[in-house]
């Protein structure tokens, strides 16, 4: 059962069928799914979703499916954790970390949209899903594709780490490598999804796979017991991923999920890819497209096409957005190790580093409820770190020289980098 | 000055179903006119009502996104290749 009624152009309004269209033939805007709300509000409710099993489709009705979806059944609903020690640390007592490094199954946000990307693929009757990834996207359409039975193509810029190919070809994905860039790549992509008519996860499929995002949204107001918090600071790549949790704390009030609270949204850019930050900071819309250099490879997008979306949700909900060097990334990627636990890959440190900024300029307060976006997996990224930690101790397998290194560590004379 | 020039789908109801054109021109602006001299409607899908390239169009002249160039100035040559693409995010 749908409640979707159309899919309609965000910038100039135009109308489409529910149909493999991602963009205007107008004005090539974005198309977006529109939902009939009066009837969702009278089916939804706190109790119905909370009989429901603990995946992303507990909130179906607000997700452009019809039928009962049984891709991603683990994907979602992920621990927002109250981030005692980190907060004790950086001075705030309500912070939260929403922690998709353990989504299922390729432990990353992106389990989110491609879930719902496959199943409107299956829905739509395609059999070869596909995208142009060289990462986190990459293994989760891989991975989703094989549990769906159905045939998977990814598309990679040449020169890519053996990993990254290893991540989608061990799903029975063909990996196919473009002598290009990431940009002639994407080009290539749009150019094979018009001719062969491959479902690309986003591109043909992307307003119903963008939808999936808002999961992430709606888990982090259930997860607070049905509240929003004050402040949420964001990762911006190509720009998918706040504006559609902006829309999902507005889709919670609209059908009476939620009463009141009004967060501000922020978004967290590496330094060396923030076309975003610089538009919002000079306070204009024109996205400059930037040519990314970061170690925050999943986020580094130098032409976000939702770019505009990101700053119209930021300024909206009275939110700013700052940007993390590399060597702030890295420590932030280490303070949130070692004080809670978890191991982000280099797009969670930018969201950290940059939530500390806000609170040093005081766009956040200390008194605020504060959620951390954590959308990936540090050990995927292990490259990114390797250098920053503290190199192991050798020693022989003799208990005295174990006893004369624990002397030396105990008395503080730590090689550098200790914790 | 005859260049190639890919079309997206959207945008092929203007080219008889012709996922590929010729057209002419010394500048992406003088390409994309004599497109619109060919093809009626096209122009106003690729610009603004300010003569911008539209936010959500990308235009590559060899490759190369013309925001990294000379935007509707950048300079074009007999044979060059040039692609109109959605612009698609999503990310990595």
């Given at each position: 059962m749908s409640y979707i009624t159309a899919l309609k152009c965000r910038e100039c309004g135009q109308d489409y069928p529910v149909e493999p269209l991602h963009v205007c033939e107008t004005c090539f805007g974005p198309l977006e799914v529109v939902y009939d709300y009066g009837r969702i509000r009278g089916a939804i409710s706190h109790k119905l979703i909370e009989s429901r099993?603990?995946?992303?489709?507990?909130?179906r009705e607000l997700l452009?499916?019809?039928?009962?979806?049984?891709?991603?059944?683990?994907?979602?609903?992920t621990p927002l954790l109250h981030a005692k020690r980190l907060g004790a640390e950086v001075g705030v007592k309500k912070l939260y970390i929403k922690d998709d490094t353990v989504n299922h199954p390729t432990l990353s946000y992106k389990d989110r949209v491609v879930s719902v990307a496959i199943t409107k693929a299956r829905e739509f009757g395609f059999t070869t899903v596909s995208c142009a990834s060289t990462g986190n996207l990459a293994t989760a359409v891989a991975s989703h594709a094989a549990r769906a039975g159905l045939k998977c193509y990814i598309f990679m810029p040449e020169g890519v780490e053996s990993g990254k190919i290893v991540g989608s070809a061990i799903y029975g994905a063909k990996v196919i490598t473009i002598r290009g860039n990431y940009d002639d790549v994407n080009r290539l992509c749009s150019e094979i999804a018009d001719k062969y008519g491959w479902a690309f996860v986003n591109i043909n499929l992307r307003p119903y796979y963008t939808e999936g995002a808002k999961t992430f949204g709606f888990e982090i107001a259930e997860q607070l017991g049905w509240k929003l918090p004050d402040s949420v600071v964001i990762p911006t790549a190509g720009g998918t991923i706040l504006p559609k949790v902006a829309k999902a704390f507005k889709e919670l009030k609209d059908v009476g999920l939620v009463k009141g609270g009004a967060p501000k949204i922020h978004s967290a850019q590496a330094a060396g890819s923030a076309p975003v930050i610089h538009a919002l900071h000079k306070g204009v819309d024109l996205i400059s497209p930037v040519k990314p250099n970061t170690i925050a490879k999943s986020i580094a997008i130098g032409n976000p096409a939702d770019g505009y979306y990101v700053l119209g949700a930021v300024r909206e909900s009275g939110g700013w957005g700052e940007m993390a060097t590399d060597e702030e990334i890295v420590e932030a990627i280490k303070l949130l190790a070692r004080t809670e636990g978890i191991f982000a890959e280099p797009a969670g440190g930018t969201t950290l580093a940059v939530t500390l900024k806000l609170l040093a300029q005081g766009?956040?307060?200390?008194?605020e409820s504060v959620v951390v976006s954590i959308t990936g997996n540090g050990y995927k990224t292990l490259e990114a770190v390797a250098g920053a930690v503290e190199q192991p101790f050798v020693i022989e397998a003799r208990l005295d020289d174990f006893d004369a290194l624990f002397e030396r560590l105990a008395d503080g004379k730590r090689l550098a980098g200790a914790a | 000055m005859a260049v190639r020039v890919r079309v997206p789908t959207p945008l092929r109801r203007f080219t008889a179903g012709n996922g590929e054109v010729t057209a002419s021109g010394t500048s992406i602006l003088e390409v994309i006119n004599d497109l619109e001299s060919r093809h009626p409607g096209m122009r106003e899908r690729l610009l603004d009502d300010k003569g911008e390239?539209?936010?959500f169009v990308n235009i590559y002249l060899n490759g190369d996104d013309v925001r990294f160039l000379d935007q509707l100035k950048s300079a074009v040559k007999d044979g060059d290749d040039i692609s109109i693409v959605p612009a698609i995010a999503g990310g990595r």
């Amino acid at each position: 059962m749908s409640y979707i009624t159309a899919l309609k152009c965000r910038e100039c309004g135009q109308d489409y069928p529910v149909e493999p269209l991602h963009v205007c033939e107008t004005c090539f805007g974005p198309l977006e799914v529109v939902y009939d709300y009066g009837r969702i509000r009278g089916a939804i409710s706190h109790k119905l979703i909370e009989s429901r099993a603990r995946n992303l489709w507990r909130y179906r009705e607000l997700l452009p499916v019809d039928n009962e979806p049984d891709i991603g059944p683990c994907s979602g609903f992920t621990p927002l954790l109250h981030a005692k020690r980190l907060g004790a640390e950086v001075g705030v007592k309500k912070l939260y970390i929403k922690d998709d490094t353990v989504n299922h199954p390729t432990l990353s946000y992106k389990d989110r949209v491609v879930s719902v990307a496959i199943t409107k693929a299956r829905e739509f009757g395609f059999t070869t899903v596909s995208c142009a990834s060289t990462g986190n996207l990459a293994t989760a359409v891989a991975s989703h594709a094989a549990r769906a039975g159905l045939k998977c193509y990814i598309f990679m810029p040449e020169g890519v780490e053996s990993g990254k190919i290893v991540g989608s070809a061990i799903y029975g994905a063909k990996v196919i490598t473009i002598r290009g860039n990431y940009d002639d790549v994407n080009r290539l992509c749009s150019e094979i999804a018009d001719k062969y008519g491959w479902a690309f996860v986003n591109i043909n499929l992307r307003p119903y796979y963008t939808e999936g995002a808002k999961t992430f949204g709606f888990e982090i107001a259930e997860q607070l017991g049905w509240k929003l918090p004050d402040s949420v600071v964001i990762p911006t790549a190509g720009g998918t991923i706040l504006p559609k949790v902006a829309k999902a704390f507005k889709e919670l009030k609209d059908v009476g999920l939620v009463k009141g609270g009004a967060p501000k949204i922020h978004s967290a850019q590496a330094a060396g890819s923030a076309p975003v930050i610089h538009a919002l900071h000079k306070g204009v819309d024109l996205i400059s497209p930037v040519k990314p250099n970061t170690i925050a490879k999943s986020i580094a997008i130098g032409n976000p096409a939702d770019g505009y979306y990101v700053l119209g949700a930021v300024r909206e909900s009275g939110g700013w957005g700052e940007m993390a060097t590399d060597e702030e990334i890295v420590e932030a990627i280490k303070l949130l190790a070692r004080t809670e636990g978890i191991f982000a890959e280099p797009a969670g440190g930018t969201t950290l580093a940059v939530t500390l900024k806000l609170l040093a300029q005081g766009r956040i307060r200390p008194e605020e409820s504060v959620v951390v976006s954590i959308t990936g997996n540090g050990y995927k990224t292990l490259e990114a770190v390797a250098g920053a930690v503290e190199q192991p101790f050798v020693i022989e397998a003799r208990l005295d020289d174990f006893d004369a290194l624990f002397e030396r560590l105990a008395d503080g004379k730590r090689l550098a980098g200790a914790a | 000055m005859a260049v190639r020039v890919r079309v997206p789908t959207p945008l092929r109801r203007f080219t008889a179903g012709n996922g590929e054109v010729t057209a002419s021109g010394t500048s992406i602006l003088e390409v994309i006119n004599d497109l619109e001299s060919r093809h009626p409607g096209m122009r106003e899908r690729l610009l603004d009502d300010k003569g911008e390239i539209r936010r959500f169009v990308n235009i590559y002249l060899n490759g190369d996104d013309v925001r990294f160039l000379d935007q509707l100035k950048s300079a074009v040559k007999d044979g060059d290749d040039i692609s109109i693409v959605p612009a698609i995010a999503g990310g990595r």
